[in-house]
């Protein structure tokens, strides 16, 4: 009797162990796949562009469950898409500084997932580290995967990665020139 019991209660790890390891990695069509970012100041007026993947993954069940994933950005392909000419130079140059994302010292960013939470049918609520400027902060968001997809909204508080620049909390006297805390990435990926 003994035998049996330890060999039931132990069965449910073995399925456990064997279920862990057969994952199925997704590697993402960096050029198919979308970045879309937008900043805002607080007047309502917003700047808008692109940013594109260097390299990523999703981990999925067998089943097709998000389980986990890494992205890495390729911080030197910052582009801006509403503006032209010199201003769209002039901004693109400002967002390479230092001021903000300082790419000739931090030419990556990175998001790992850490907790991947189903939602419904095809939403996770997904928990991550992203490191900005070398900066690694936890952040959540909901994402949809379907079959070759996977997207999500992402609102990134700039300020927790050492962007300042502009931001009413650590300046004053900024009036109409002061820059919203938050940006915001629209990820639509491709496998």
Known sequence: MKKRTFFTAAAPVLVFTTVAFNTIK???DVEASTIEWTGKKITGSAH??????KDGYLNL?????LIGGEFVMDMNTIKVTD????????LEGH?????FFGVNNYATSKF???EAKQKSDDVYTVTGDLTIKGKTEPVSFDMTVKENTASAKINIDRTKYGIRYGSGSFFSNLGDNTINNNFTLDVNLKF
Do not use: A, P, R, S
């Open 83 to 90: 503006l032209t000419g010199e201003y769209k130079e002039k």
């Open 95 to 99: 967002l390479n500084n230092d001021d």
């Open 48 to 53: 808008h562009g692109t940013i594109q993947l």
């Open 112 to 114: 790992v997932i850490t």
């Open 26 to 28: 997704k590697n993402v």
């Open 61 to 65: 069940t067998e089943d097709g469950n």
